[in-house]
T-cell receptor, first 115, second 115 residues
Framework: NAGVTQTPKFQVLKTGQSMTLQCAQDMNHEYMSWYRQDPGMGLRLIHYSVGAGITDQGEVPNGYNVSRSTTEDFPLRLLSAAPSQTSVYFC??????????????FGSGTRLTVV | TQLLEQSPQFLSIQEGENLTVYCNSSSVFSSLQWYRQEPGEGPVLLVTVVTGGEVKKLKRLTFQFGDARKDSSLHITAAQPGDTGLYLCAGVGSYSGAGSYQLTFGKGTKLSVIP
């Protein structure tokens, strides 16, 4: 049972480039989300999804797009990378729409540097 | 916006010592979770507390949810080097549409246990 798989683990981008961070889960979880983790800022929610075809914005959505065409996959797209998007990105999933009471399963993260 | 304040931010102790980490808010949470994160990895769920006054034990770790459901504590007895990591509390708070309940994360307590 792989849980939540994130790729790539490390990435360096130039300012203005675009890329997609991949997230896949094999637990048939309804709820999936993307967080960024920055020193002194904690984990901040970027976007989330409560099921295939349904997405919504979190606390810091600007500069990011998501889609959820299948239950398993929830990619995060950076449209035009900026140095302020240098961060560690985590994908998390949960069993239910009442997500939080069941706890989240996190991936191991993608460390992104924008130069 | 519901905020969770964790204290202390950093804690360095000798193996065998006891310690307590605190998680406080002015808001009421319906439940609260504790996670541990090791370097280069995503957070891993330790426990969820739901009822005000609830106490849960996980081997040498004791978690308590405050009677008013605004605060929580994590107590570690006889700390070991394997307890080293970032401890995060996360509260289930306000409804944010689309049938989901978001987690609010504290910024974490970084624990180092010295052999």
């Amino acid at each position: 049972n792989a849980g939540v798989t994130q790729t790539p683990k490390f990435q360096v981008l130039k300012t203005g480039q675009s890329m997609t961070l991949q997230c896949a889960q094999d637990m048939n979880h309804e709820y999936m989300s993307w967080y960024r983790q920055d020193p002194g800022m904690g984990l901040r929610l970027i976007h989330y999804s409560v099921g295939a075809g349904i997405t919504d914005q979190g606390e810091v959505p600007n500069g990011y797009n998501v889609s959820r065409s299948t239950t398993e996959d929830f990619p995060l797209r950076l449209l035009s990378a900026a140095p302020s998007q240098t961060s560690v990105y985590f994908c998390a999933s949960s069993y239910s729409r009442a997500a939080a009471n069941y706890g989240y399963t996190f991936g191991s993260g993608t460390r992104l540097t924008v130069v | 916006t519901q905020l969770l304040e964790q204290s202390p931010q950093f804690l360095s102790i000798q193996e065998g010592e006891n310690l307590t980490v605190y998680c406080n808010s002015s808001s009421v949470f319906s439940s609260l979770q504790w996670y541990r994160q090791e370097p280069g990895e995503g957070p891993v769920l330790l426990v969820t507390v739901v009822t005000g006054g609830e106490v849960k034990k996980l081997k040498r770790l004791t978690f308590q949810f405050g009677d008013a459901r605004k605060d929580s504590s994590l107590h570690i007895t006889a700390a070991q080097p394997g307890d080293t990591g970032l401890y995060l509390c996360a509260g289930v708070g306000s409804y944010s549409g689309a049938g989901s309940y978001q987690l609010t994360f504290g910024k974490g307590t970084k624990l180092s246990v010295i052999p």
